[in-house]
């Protein structure tokens, strides 16, 4: 597994440990890593996704509802709405990594980390998404 996949991993396990703990980014990424191995760069990659979603979390969440049509976010598991968060972030900000990566990666750590359905579901917001900034006046 590539670093970029561990570090999405590792940055999901740690918005989600973020959000019930309500411990700062920094914070929780610490003990995340005082828990388990890692080299520099995967920490530092891990990091900078956490970091880049906590930066932009209004605006990453004002995406997800209106993509998420029907779904608000309260509705929307939170392993689910951090993979969500984590994609959409790359997708917006990251214009190294091409979109279909983006997505696709977001889909194989939701069958992962997620409900049967939830591949499907996170696609399809993610798509929406993509569509949602190709169409904004500033891309």
């Not at 999405?8 to 610490?30: N, Q, T």
């Not at 049509?69 to 598991?77: N, V």
Request: charge should be negative.
């Amino acid at each position: 597994m590539g670093l970029r996949r561990q570090g999405r991993e590792a940055a999901l396990k740690i918005l989600y440990s973020i959000e019930y703990s309500d411990s700062p980014a920094g914070a929780g990424a610490k003990e995340y890593w005082s828990e388990r191995k890692g080299s520099k760069s995967l920490q530092e990659y891990a990091f900078s996704l956490v970091d880049g979603v906590r930066e932009n979390l209004s605006n990453i969440d004002k995406m997800i509802e209106e993509a998420a049509e029907h779904w608000s976010l309260e509705r929307i598991s939170e392993v689910d709405k951090n993979i969500i968060r984590l994609a959409a972030y790359e997708l917006t900000e990251c214009s190294d990594i091409p979109a279909a990566v983006v997505i696709n990666e977001a889909v194989e750590i939701a069958k992962q980390y997620s409900g049967k359905d939830s591949a499907s579901f996170i696609n399809g917001v993610l798509g929406k998404i993509e569509k949602i900034k190709n169409s904004s006046p500033d891309k």
